[in-house]
């Protein structure tokens, strides 16, 4: 390899290149390999789709994983579209585990369409488990 400096300046720019696209691609790396260790399969595409989409993957597959630790059937792709539908993931989920812990499991499309509707999903599932708390 030649010593001039425009061979130098080009190592140089591949070298930057393929550090920025190692920081980009290993964050999303790591949102993978921790949701496929903690059960949750999502392709790696999908992971780097979400982002695209104008998503949080973090907060979508730690849901995900939260859900599936409490033995709730929510796919990934479910609360994907929950999100972009304007859903607030995190609390129905919360719903679902607090009505699934109770006895008066409240299905996905139930705590979906509750929380689309724009109603307190969370405080639903509480009238549903203690029919005498009136809502808000």
Known sequence: MPDSPLTWLIAAGIAVCAAMAAAVFGRFL?????????GVR???????????RGLDPAHLIDT??????????????????????GGNVSRTVRAMIMSSQSG????????????????????AARSAV???TAPD
Do not use: Y
């Open 30 to 38: 790591l949102l993978w390999f921790r949701a496929r260790v903690s």
């Open 42 to 52: 999502v392709p790696f595409v999908q992971v780097v789709a979400m982002r695209l």
């Open 64 to 85: 995900c994983i939260t859900a599936r630790k409490a033995g709730l059937a929510v796919s990934i792709e479910d609360l994907e579209r929950h999100a972009l539908a």
């Open 104 to 123: 008066k499991a409240l299905s996905w499309n139930e705590a979906h369409a509750i929380d689309l509707a724009g109603h307190d999903v969370e405080q």
């Open 130 to 132: 203690n029919p005498g």
